[in-house]
């Protein structure tokens, strides 16, 4: 109550201050502390004006008291912007910060308040030649299929200048499981508190996306390349991968940064011989019996423009004090991962390498029924030009065909006693057309082909489009 009293008095100040200047000098207050520097600096002016008024002939008065009307009424919209604490830039600038996407990032410019954002994508897959038999219904296994994948909502609130709240609200597959013909899903991706102490060492607690790879934490369908993430940052770092936990994020140094969390561990009962990614638990109740370690750091040299290099590491048990084949194990779970890009001008380059290993491995494939690697590795690399610019001179549209190769394995090293699965050593070779008529809006092209070690995967071209907002 005492703020709002505040506030309305700085309404009343403001406006008695808008005798002092023309109506196009009117100034826009974005924040209660730009506020009060107004009023402050215009007080004497303010006290001269009410003398002057007294003084002057009724009808020169009487023009200024309509003149004072018509300039209340100006700032009288912009004071009430802010005594409603609602403050949305009339003009967004879509930048990355803080390792989140640039619409995820809308939290983090406003004043003060409420902000809305959110991005979409949709394809159509056709499967090519082989779509693996048929079930026992007599449909195709691999079918070609059309999906609006994903629709998102971020939703954040900036409480002060040091705390604030950001999250992401994900629809998946148009539906929710059981509703019509879908098998879509409702989940909350992240939602977390942020407070900012200092630039070096700031805290955020809540559910946190891992910071791992490029894209578990930047997922929005314009900044990568193709309809569908790369499969080496979906199966070896299990992508979109966030859990329950609290830590670190800063900048040691303008080119250094650096994110950190202690979170719940991973739950070792849904390993596979796909790998780790069942076994995130996504804050849904999530066995915390065993915590884990996360943590990153990027490097952006000045010295090299359009350079990034880093890396990060996850280190925690996943037995979560459940028993496997009758022992319990502790299941100790790396994961490692090293990444260089590079953009210059209309070229982009991504590179990144990634391996796993699993304790007790042998535990869990005995009870598990099938081979739980005990190491696994995954690597790209993609390379993308925008020739646009060459075609089209001053042109702020985008198209940029792209080529990524991918190489994974989630049974590098099978435990003793166990057989490999040879057909989840894959290699992938994809290309395709990336065309954007604004940065907001992407239209995407890709044909991936698939390599087994032992058996076949079915190739796909993929058609869509993703947007933001």
């Not at 390792?99 to 499967?127: M, T, W």
């Not at 193709?226 to 991968?241: C, M």
């Not at 590179?351 to 494939?365: K, M, Q």
């Amino acid at each position: 109550m005492k703020n709002n009293k505040q506030l309305l008095k700085g309404a009343i100040l403001t406006a008695l201050a808008a005798l002092s200047a023309p109506a196009s000098a009117l100034e826009k207050p974005q924040t209660m502390e730009d506020m009060w520097k107004i009023i402050q600096a215009q007080q004497k002016q303010i006290d001269e004006m009410k003398s002057g008024m007294q003084a002057a002939p009724v009808k020169t008065a009487g023009t200024d008291v309509k003149t004072l009307e018509r300039k209340t009424d100006v700032l009288s919209q912009e004071v009430e912007k802010l005594r409603t604490n609602l403050s949305i830039p009339d003009e967004v600038q879509y930048k990355s910060a803080y390792g989140l996407g640039p619409a995820a990032s809308k939290v983090y410019q406003v004043g003060k308040g409420l902000s809305i954002g959110g991005y979409g994508e949709a394809n159509y897959q056709v499967r090519v030649d082989d779509q693996g038999g048929r079930d026992n219904k007599g449909k195709p296994k691999n079918p070609d299929n059309a999906d609006l994948e994903r629709l998102v909502l971020y939703v954040g609130y900036k409480f002060t200048d040091n705390i604030l709240f950001n999250s992401e609200i994900e629809f998946e597959h148009a539906s929710v499981e059981g509703s019509g013909n879908g098998n879509g899903d409702v989940s909350i991706e992240f939602a977390a508190l942020d407070f900012f102490i200092d630039p070096i060492a700031n805290v955020r607690a809540g559910m946190v996306l891992l910071p791992m790879g490029f894209l578990n934490q930047m997922h929005e369908p314009p900044f990568y390349f193709g309809n569908n993430r790369p499969e080496v940052e979906r199966q070896i770092i299990p992508s979109t991968w966030r859990e329950i936990g609290v830590g670190l994020f800063g900048q040691i140094t303008p080119e250094l940064t650096y994110t950190t969390y202690v979170v719940n561990g991973m739950d070792a009962a849904d390993f596979g011989s796909a790998g780790i990614r069942s076994g995130r638990q996504k804050g849904a109740q999530a066995l915390a019996e065993d915590l884990a370690f996360v943590g990153r750091m990027d490097y952006t040299p000045s010295a090299l423009p359009g350079v990034t290099v880093g890396g990060s590491a996850y280190l925690g048990n996943s037995g979560q004090n459940q028993t496997f084949a009758n022992q319990q194990v502790d299941v100790f779970t790396q994961l490692y991962e090293a990444h260089l890009q590079w953009k210059y001008r209309g070229l982009e380059f991504r590179t990144l390498g990634s391996w796993g290993h699993i304790d007790d491995a042998e535990v869990l494939s005995a009870a598990k029924g099938q081979t739980i690697g005990s190491e696994n590795y995954g690597w790209y690399s993609e390379l993308g030009y925008d020739v646009l610019p060459l075609l089209v001179k001053d042109t702020t549209q985008y198209l940029a065909p792209f080529f990524r190769y991918e190489q994974m394995d989630t049974i590098a090293s099978a435990p003793t006693g166990f057989s490999d699965d040879e057909t989840k050593d894959r290699k992938i070779y994809q290309f395709g057309l990336q065309y954007k008529p604004i940065p907001n809006v992407v239209i995407k092209a890709d044909y991936r082909n698939f390599t087994a070690k032992r058996g076949s995967v079915p190739d796909d071209f993929n058609l869509g489009f993703g947007f933001i907002f």
